[in-house]
């Protein structure tokens, strides 16, 4: 099961304003390139500022604002011909990215330990990449979980929202991001294991 199973019934609320959207002339690669600035801005802002601990409130409603976007550059290359070798590059890349940068002000944050920070971020990329490689060997691209990436951003939103709201994090938290770590591994061996399957 992953939150990226929902993204059907987001869309569809979301295809009025598509439809818009492309009748102004907004592509899906500027859509997809849009949400990586942005992530990258936020992110570096929170990291290398380190302004109050509110200012982590930006991570959980940009990342409900991302996903929206993420399902806005989809739908305009699959719906109304913007498809291309460009665009796909850049889907799967700025993905990466964004979460990077959107991952790594918990580092700043105690107890999180920056080295499971920084293995989760290393980790989600791989996860991506495993997902991104099931066409390579006759299967679809994969999504599947316990932690893609819909799942990571509501886990990272939620502990956004909660250090924005000043509460403190017990020592038991230190072991969170360990526990990311796990279940991304975990998600790699999946998305690897079921492409193996669907392509036999």
């Known amino acids: 099961m ?34 990586c600035a942005v992530s990258v801005a936020i992110g ?6 380190a302004p109050s601990l509110a200012a982590f409130g930006l991570i959980p409603a940009w990342m409900f604002v991302r996903m929206a976007f993420n399902a806005i550059d989809g739908m305009l290359a699959r719906e109304h011909g913007q498809q291309s070798k ?14 990077a940068a959107l991952y ?16 989760v971020i290393v980790l989600a990329g791989l996860s991506e990449f495993a997902g991104a490689l099931g066409p390579t060997v006759g299967a679809s691209r994969r999504y599947d979980g316990p932690l893609g990436k819909s799942d990571r951003a509501f886990v990272f939103g939620a502990l956004g929202l909660y250090v924005a709201l000043g509460w403190p994090l017990p020592g038991w938290t230190a072991w ?12 790699v061996v999946n998305r690897v294991r079921r492409a193996l399957a669907e392509a036999a």
Request: hydrophobic letters at 55%; a neutral charge; charged letters at 10%.
């Open 2 to 35: 992953s939150i990226y199973e929902l993204k059907p019934r987001f869309q569809g609320l979301l295809r009025p304003l598509v439809g818009r959207l492309h009748a102004l002339g907004v592509t899906a690669n500027q859509v997809t390139l849009a949400a």
């Open 44 to 49: 570096l802002w929170l990291f290398f500022a």
């Open 86 to 99: 460009l665009g796909a590059f850049l889907n799967e890349l700025t993905d990466v990215v964004s979460d």
């Open 104 to 119: 790594l002000p918990f580092a700043l944050v105690q107890p999180f330990s920056p080295f499971w920070v920084g293995t």
């Open 176 to 187: 969170l991001m360990p526990l990311a770590a796990v279940l991304v591994t975990w998600t």
